[in-house]
């Protein structure tokens, strides 16, 4: 197969971590990307890391190909991916189902929500994924 075919079946994707409303990018964060395969298997695509803008470099995701979605009963014309974001002092974020067209590069923005201070120091509630959990310096 030549590059050029193998260049439209895939896309890419670049995932943007902030927070604040967007204003603070997050560098540092953990990007986890996995997708399910033919036999139901997930399977993980790689893990990255944000640069000092918050942004992954473009990860490059295989998709279908165009022409096998043009006629009714076809597949769908995009893959499907998961992705999953931390970064310490920031409660984890999961986002589902993603599409990713062929030949498009896709941003996937990731808003995180800083952990309250009084959780530092302190054990946490259960339904809080903490992955890093040193101690805060006392200031």
């Known amino acids: 197969m030549d590059t050029l075919q193998n260049d439209k079946n895939t896309g890419k994707l670049v995932v943007q971590v ?3 409303s967007g204003a603070v990018p997050i560098e540092g964060a953990r990007v986890i990307v996995r997708a399910e ?3 139901g298997h997930i399977r993980t695509l790689g893990i990255f890391t944000t640069d000092n ?3 992954t470099e473009p990860i490059s995701i295989a ?4 022409s096998e979605s043009l006629s009714p009963g076809g597949k769908k014309p995009y893959s499907e991916i998961t992705t999953e974001v931390t970064a310490d002092g920031y409660f984890s974020a999961v986002n589902l189902n993603i599409p990713i ?3 498009i590069t896709s941003i996937q923005p990731v808003p995180l929500i800083p952990l309250p ?3 530092y120091g302190s054990q946490p509630p259960s339904d809080v994924v903490i992955h890093n959990d040193e101690q805060r310096p006392n200031l």
């Open 18 to 20: 902030s927070a604040a």
């Open 53 to 55: 803008s918050g942004i």
């Open 63 to 66: 998709t279908p190909s165009v």
């Open 37 to 39: 395969d033919e036999n």
């Open 101 to 103: 067209y062929p030949g």
């Open 117 to 119: 201070d009084s959780l």
